[in-house]
T-cell receptor, first 112, second 115 residues
Framework: QKEVEQDPGPLSVPEGAIVSLNCTYS??????FMWYRQYSRKGPELLMY????GNKEDGRFTAQVDKSSKYISLFIRDSQPSDSATYLC????????????FGSGTKLNVKP | SQTIHQWPATLVQPVGSPLSLECTVE??????LYWYRQAAGRGLQLLFY??????ISSEVPQNLSASRPQDRQFILSSKKLLLSDSGFYLC??????????????FGPGTRLTVL
């Protein structure tokens, strides 16, 4: 079983839709959770960072962590064509801070 | 602010040739440094990470090697490239393990094609 599972998509939505991206994980020691956005042929860009359980909001983006279910989500409101990219989840824990575990990425296409 | 550089941006090499990819970080000291490979349409594969000068941990046994000659410099090398070495190589850094900041930041990447 992989440490982190992420639906690869692709996910295609119309402009203005609410997008939900998800990851599940198996290691209960993970405490720090990140979402990256990667445009084609570019390096991943850190979007959101959360610690432990709860929600964090930044503009149109909301990151949600449910440690009891080992499930994290990224919500994008009012999606724009410029949001079209691959979204990667990542996580690490207090006892594994030298290593980060990534999902395989979900490709999102927002149609005008 | 911190920045991370990688070069070259693009590289086309014949099978059996050597490889040297370089990564440097500015604006921070004693970072943890990482090399990843990303194959087309796939996730990130951790190749090496380093917590200090001369300290390299290898995650995947293969014909690649890494070195950290200076605090903020990380080099990925190979003596003889294989076709399977083609991919998108990403360097990343994070704050040292004793820090309370755990994000990881990526460079722009090097696209390597082995023919």
């Amino acid at each position: 079983q992989k440490e982190v599972e992420q639906d690869p998509g692709p996910l295609s939505v119309p402009e203005g839709a609410i997008v939900s991206l998800n990851c599940t994980y198996s290691n209960s020691a993970f405490q720090y959770f990140m979402w990256y956005r990667q445009y084609s042929r570019k390096g991943p860009e850190l979007l959101m960072y959360t610690y432990s359980s709860g929600n964090k909001e930044d503009g149109r983006f909301t990151a949600q962590v449910d440690k009891s279910s080992k499930y994290i989500s990224l919500f994008i409101r009012d999606s724009q064509p410029s949001d079209s990219a691959t979204y990667l989840c990542a996580m690490t824990g207090y006892y594994s801070f030298n290593k980060f575990y990534f999902g395989s990425g979900t490709k999102l296409n927002v149609k005008p | 602010s911190q920045t991370i550089h990688q070069w070259p941006a693009t590289l086309v090499q014949p099978v059996g040739s050597p490889l040297s990819l370089e990564c440097t970080v500015e604006g921070t000291s004693n970072p943890n440094l990482y090399w990843y490979r990303q194959a087309a349409g796939r996730g990130l594969q951790l190749l090496f990470y380093s917590v200090g000068i001369g300290q390299i941990s290898s995650e995947v046994p293969q014909n690649l090697s890494a070195s950290r000659p200076q605090d903020r410099q990380f080099i990925l090398s190979s003596k003889k490239l294989l076709l399977s070495d083609s991919g998108f190589y990403l360097c990343a850094w994070s704050h040292a393990g004793t820090s309370v900041i755990y994000e990881q930041f990526f460079g722009p990447g090097t696209r390597l094609t082995v023919l």
